[in-house]
């Protein structure tokens, strides 16, 4: 099984912001009185999750009044149903890895037992006890948690509305995240976290770092697992080099791998879900597709994507400009095309990884309170990882053609 992460580029906008070099912060949590029933802050972040707490902590430190705006649970993705519970089901699979391999350095340790029920309940005491840890954070830091749906405003300066209250500050950052995209019956990776036992046959679809992580903990755990994807390999977006190795790497831990082939219609049938299977030929020596069928089906788990999230948020009617995508438009400096406005992490749609929006959450602190002008993150070159079954690889984001591009350039 695999843990990795990828980068996307994402065309950005120049928005100019004029900022003081001395920043004066509010009383703490003052409302003005001139303007009823507003709360009024220095920094408002709309979005719990990785890079929305990094930038409120770091805006908090500086001295600004700040609030944090949740719908959900703080710690966002990776806390609740990403990167957190994912390795520790990785860790699983990796302990049941070693199992197979006890005998032969001399341990004799019998016929082993694994309990999902009593993993599950594990993990989860383990995120609930990441999300109090969270919300004691911005309790100490004096930030201000309220929990709901926000909503911007048309009001003249930026506001956000949420449970009937408004909020508005000079400096609002969106960091909302991303949601998995699915496709009707079946789950995707966060009803994967909702399995209340270990599935006997399983079918992930899609050729992502996630459909290829679920399907190898899925497999290596005991759940016979096939894997649909549209082209010859997994981690297409990757180096081809790393892509074909993990490939080669899935189909040796024992998952059943459909290359070129997509799933054309599922059912529902007394034993489970019906998949009906179209596969092309390879070589593409002719357009015939064979049709298969894969049955009693328990788990069919879709991981074809994330779509930025912010149904809601109104961001259409105040001018903030999206990409074709849905993902909020920012340049260099996570400006929006709306002054006052920022974003950062997955809404962005640029390097969905963790330690990159806390890294961009950071930097705009710095450069929104404590006037360093040019703080910024760089996303030329991302380091990235992946965990495979028995490796541990140190990867580069830029791939090598990108990188003889850049040396030509040189």
């Not at 994912?86 to 001399?106: P, Q, T």
């Not at 969270?134 to 100490?140: G, H, Q, S």
Request: charged share 25%.
């Amino acid at each position: 099984m695999f843990l990795t992460r990828s980068c996307r580029q994402l065309s950005s906008v120049s928005v100019p912001v004029a900022l003081s070099r001395t920043f004066v912060p509010r009383r703490r949590m003052a409302s003005d009185p001139s303007t009823e029933d507003i709360t009024r802050l220095d920094f408002l972040v709309v979005g719990g999750g990785s890079g929305g707490l990094a930038g409120a902590r770091r805006a908090a430190e500086l001295g600004a009044t700040t609030a944090v705006i949740e719908s959900h649970k703080l710690g966002g993705t990776c806390v609740n149903v990403g990167c957190v519970p994912k390795k520790v089901m990785w860790n699983a699979a990796v302990h049941a890895e070693y199992l197979h391999d006890h005998s032969d350095y001399g341990f004799e340790v019998g016929q082993a037992h694994f309990s999902w029920e009593t993993l599950k309940a594990k993990r989860d005491a383990y995120v609930s006890h990441l999300n109090r840890i969270y919300r004691n954070n911005l309790d100490k830091a004096k930030i201000q948690t309220i929990q709901g749906q926000a909503r911007f405003t048309n009001d003249p300066e930026p506001t956000v509305e949420v449970n009937g209250k408004k909020y508005t500050a000079p400096h609002i950052l969106i960091a909302t995240g991303g949601y998995l995209q699915w496709a009707g019956l079946g789950i995707t990776s966060d009803g994967f976290f909702e399995l209340e036992s270990l599935p006997k046959r399983s079918v992930v679809v899609g050729a992502g770092y996630i459909a290829v992580e679920m399907a190898g903990i899925l497999s290596t755990l005991g759940s016979k697992t096939s894997l649909i994807i549209r082209q010859s390999g997994v981690l297409r977006n990757f180096d081809s080099l790393i892509s074909a190795n993990c490939t080669k790497e899935l189909q040796n831990s024992g998952v059943d791998l459909w290359k070129c082939s997509q799933v054309t219609s599922v059912k529902k049938t007394d034993t489970g879900l019906e998949l009906t299977i179209a596969t092309r030929d390879l070589e593409r020596k002719n357009d015939e597709e064979k049709i298969s069928t894969i049955e009693q089906v328990d788990c069919l788990l879709w991981a074809i994507g994330r779509q930025p999230h912010t149904s809601g948020l109104n961001i259409g009617e105040i001018g903030i400009e999206t990409d074709d995508r849905g993902h909020i438009i920012v340049d260099e400096f996570q400006n929006t095309s709306r002054r006052g406005i920022y974003a950062v992490g997955d809404v962005c749609g640029k390097a969905l990884l963790t330690p990159v929006a806390i890294a961009a959450g950071r930097k705009l602190a710095h450069r929104l309170f404590e006037g360093k002008e040019d703080s910024k993150l760089d996303y030329s070159c991302i380091p990235l990882w992946s965990l495979a079954t028995h490796q541990l690889e140190q990867l580069v984001s830029q791939k090598r053609k990108q990188l003889k591009q850049e040396e030509k350039r040189m």
